[in-house]
Every structure is written in C-alpha cells, then in structure tokens.
C-alpha cells in the first residue's frame, strides 16, 4: 500500500485564489510527521511545513496552512492568495518513527494570471 | 551555510561504467539520505543513514551501494550502470527529532546511454 497518495497529478488556480492540496497517508505509527515540499522548475527541493500527529492545531505558514484531519489520515496544504511563484510541484511527506521519509507522487501547480 | 552539498550536477555514463555521488553536510545532521525522482513517481528512497556507522536499504536498492564516510559525508555508487538508472539523484540530512524536516542538496542530473 502507497503510504502517501496525492490523487491530483495537475491543479490550476486563479492568481489571488486559494487552492487545496490533497494529501491522505498510511501509518500504523502513533508518532509522526507530515511535511509539505515546493519543488519549483529550478529543481531544488523547499521545506514549506510540518504538522505533528500529536498536534492539536493546524500548522500555518505564512500564506500555508495544513487542514490535519487525523481520524480521515489526511493532511492537505492550503495556499492562500496565489502568486505566480507557487507555480510548481508540491510533493507531501510523512516521517514515521524509524526515521525514513515517505513522499508522494506529488501535484503540478499552475497560477493562472 | 552551505547546507546539503552534492556532487557532481550533471553527470553523463555509458552502460557499464560506475560512478560515485558524493553528498556532504555541515549542519550536524545525524540522518542521511539517498532519493530517486523519476516522472510520475516522486521521490524514492534509496538508502538511508540514520546515524553514523549504520546503513539501511530504502525502497529501490538495487544497483547501488553506499558509504557513510562520517557524519558530513554519505556517497551512493553505482558500480554498473544502467539505462533505467537514468534519474535525478538527491541527497538529504535531517536531525533525528521527528519533527525536524529533510534538507536537499540541489540534486545531480545523471544519463546513462
């Protein structure tokens, strides 16, 4: 079984719109870690967020926010406000206990002008 | 800071020859990792170093091999390459704090023909 899956391979949103993100995973763990990436076409890899499983409240970053739905074993990034910059690809990743990191298959963001 | 530094950033190999990626740290990471990316199926973990002196196999080992020299530096060899070892290739450090992200290096570009 994938444990992360992210079940839209393309996104476009207006320039100043907010867009949804969708990430659900699998774990048996109790203890664990969600990270949102942005990979822009420059290729590197950015840190945009973590959210624990212990937390209560859902991380926000700036204009990132993660709706952690935990009993659903969701954790979708919302982007407020869309610039032209967040055009790229937005990978979702757990870290379990053992310290490996999971990714997703990832979402191609277009903002449209 | 440096951060996650990779080597070399493009790299091209016939079939059968071997080639070492070298990755180094300078944050004090505990943590090391090799990734994959392929189009269409995001990053996949290689091998990973938790700590210094241990190695793991990741999701798709085969054909490769690694060295945890110390705690900066962690290299992925490929001792015969192949066409389907056409990927990019990035190295990754984390503290072991479940809470704490992976940081990338830019990534090297390799082609094997």
């Known amino acids: 079984a994938q444990k992360i899956t992210q079940t839209q391979p393309g996104m476009f949103v207006q320039e100043k719109e907010a867009v949804t993100l969708d990430c659900t995973y699998d774990?048996?763990?109790?203890?664990?870690?969600l990270f949102w990436y942005k990979q822009p076409s420059s290729g590197e890899m950015i840190f945009l967020i973590y959210?624990?499983?212990?937390?209560?409240q859902n991380a926000t970053e700036g204009r990132y926010s993660l709706n952690f739905q935990k009993a659903r074993k969701s954790a979708n990034l919302v982007i407020s406000a869309s610039q032209l910059g967040d055009s790229a690809m937005y990978f979702c990743a757990m870290r379990e206990f053992g310290n490996q990191f999971y990714f997703g298959t990832g979402t191609s963001l277009t903002v449209i002008p | 800071n440096a951060g996650v530094t990779q080597t070399p950033k493009f790299q091209v190999l016939k079939t059968g020859q071997s080639m070492t990626l070298q990755c180094a740290q300078d944050m004090n990471h505990n943590s090391m990792y090799w990734y994959r990316q392929d189009p269409g199926m995001g990053l996949r973990l290689i091998y990973y170093?938790?700590?210094?002196?241990?190695?793991d196999k990741g999701e798709v080992p085969n054909g490769y091999n690694v060295s945890r020299l110390n705690k900066r530096e962690f290299s992925l060899r490929l001792e015969s390459a192949a066409p389907s070892q056409t990927s990019v290739y990035f190295c990754?450090?984390?503290?072991?704090?479940?809470?704490?992200?992976?940081?990338f290096g830019n990534g090297t570009r390799l082609t094997v023909t």
């Open positions: 774990t048996s763990d109790q203890s664990y870690g």
């Open positions: 990754a450090s984390s503290k072991l704090d479940s809470s704490s992200p992976l940081h």
């Open positions: 959210q624990g499983s212990y937390d209560e």
């Open positions: 170093s938790a700590s210094e002196g241990t190695t």
